[in-house]
Structure formats: structure tokens, C-alpha cells
């Protein structure tokens, strides 16, 4: 077992399943949360991750397939994904086929809700993969689907300087081809507006 990444809720380790290169995410407790309150938000969160991956594998979606889980225990088996964060492959066509595949996600009602650079990897057969679905929810609420959209796209202006927003324009083209990019559009500028005002409350409030 080795461990490939510590992140922020969990460790994530490369192991061998059957055979085939796995990976094994395993939520850790947080000791500063009351242990009947931990424990409830470690199985909420493995159960939408299996729960919104499995339904976006089954639709042929590039997410990885899920192998075997654990909901008391917070544990995820689930496929390897031979890539690199995005962050590290930010183009044009990459941001174009991650627009596509928010749209895909959205089409079956998943609003993914932490859908950034570092959450999508990036294959050596040029595809792009979404992970790390915690967060996710079942909604037909077109607001909490530009919560994603608003993500990425603050995401890529802090990244890269994305002065022309060249790459912005790319993830609306890839939306577009399977979603309705203008109603989520106007949806993130609410959200920015709304962000905006309160900034500036703030200044003068408290
Ligand atoms: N199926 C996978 N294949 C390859 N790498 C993965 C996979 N799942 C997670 N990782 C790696 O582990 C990191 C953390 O996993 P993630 O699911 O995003 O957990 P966290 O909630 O801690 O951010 C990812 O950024 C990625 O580098
Ligand atoms: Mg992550």
C-alpha cells in the first residue's frame, strides 16, 4: 500500500484489487468534531461520492469506476486514474472537454460542488476525468449547478491569468454542447454580483 496523497478528509493510497491498479480512499476522523457528528459526515459524503460516481460511470461518463466500498468505515476502492491535475494541463481543448463534462454531470442531475483544477485529471490519452465527488448532490436546480461553473471559473482566473478569457471562453463552448451554458451563465453572474455586494457591505458594515 502506498500512499499516493494526503488530502484535506482523506488519505488516498495505490493498492493492488483483484490484480488491477486501485486506488483506496479512506476518509479520516476529525478529532475536534464530536465523534456521532464526524462519524455522519463520513458516511454522507462516501455515500453521494459512490452513489453520484456510479450513476456517472453507468451513463459512460469518465469518471473512475468503483471497485468496492465501505460507507461506516468511509472507505472507497475505486479505479486508478493514470494522469495529472489539470492545474498542470490548463489549455484551450482541456478546458473545452472539462466544460463537456460538467455539462454530461449536469444532464443527470449531479451538481458536482467541488469541481476545480485539482478535482479533474488529465490522461495520457488526452481524456479528461472527473473525481473526488464528496461534495456531490442530487439536484435539478439549475443554481446549484452554476455553483460549479461559478468554481472552475474563479479557479481559472486565480491560476492563470487568463487576461483575454480565452480559457473561460473554452469551458462555455464545451458546456454548450450539452447544456444550457446561457441560463448557467447568467446564473454565475448572479453569483458573482451577489459575492460583489457583500464584499463590499462588509467594507462599510463591519
Ligand atoms: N481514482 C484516482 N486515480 C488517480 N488519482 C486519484 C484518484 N482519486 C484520487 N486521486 C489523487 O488523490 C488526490 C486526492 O483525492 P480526492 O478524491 O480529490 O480527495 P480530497 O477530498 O482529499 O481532495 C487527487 O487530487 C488525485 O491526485
Ligand atoms: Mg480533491
Not at 16 to 25: E, L, P, Q, S
Request: hydrophobic share 40%; net charge positive; charged share 30%.
Amino acid at each position: 500500500m502506498f500512499l499516493l496523497a494526503r488530502g484535506s478528509e482523506a488519505d488516498i493510497y495505490l493498492i493492488r484489487y483483484h490484480g488491477c491498479k486501485a486506488v483506496m480512499k479512506i476518509r479520516r476522523r476529525k478529532r475536534y468534531r464530536h465523534s456521532t457528528i464526524d462519524q455522519r459526515i463520513i458516511e454522507e459524503r462516501t455515500r453521494n461520492e459512490v452513489l453520484n460516481m456510479i450513476k456517472a460511470y453507468e451513463n459512460g461518463l469518465n469518471v473512475p469506476l468503483v471497485l468496492d466500498f465501505n460507507i461506516d468505515q468511509g472507505k472507497i476502492v475505486m479505479e486508478f486514474i493514470e494522469g495529472i491535475p489539470l492545474t498542470e494541463r490548463l489549455n484551450k481543448e482541456s478546458i473545452r472537454m472539462a466544460g463537456e463534462l460538467l455539462a454530461r454531470l449536469h444532464l443527470l442531475d449531479i451538481a458536482h460542488w467541488d469541481f476545480t483544477t485539482l478535482n479533474i485529471l488529465y490522461t495520457t490519452g488526452d481524456k479528461i476525468y472527473a473525481i473526488d465527488f464528496s461534495l456531490s448532490r442530487h439536484t435539478r436546480d439549475p443554481r446549484e449547478k452554476a455553483v460549479d461553473a461559478h468554481l472552475i471559473i474563479r479557479s481559472l482566473r486565480s491560476i492563470h491569468k487568463d487576461v483575454e478569457g480565452k480559457l473561460i471562453d473554452a469551458f462555455w463552448e464545451g458546456y454548450s454542447k450539452y447544456g444550457d451554458a446561457k441560463l448557467i451563465q447568467e446564473l454565475v453572474e448572479e453569483i458573482e454580483s451577489m459575492g460583489r455586494y457583500v464584499k463590499s457591505r462588509r467594507k462599510t458594515v463591519w
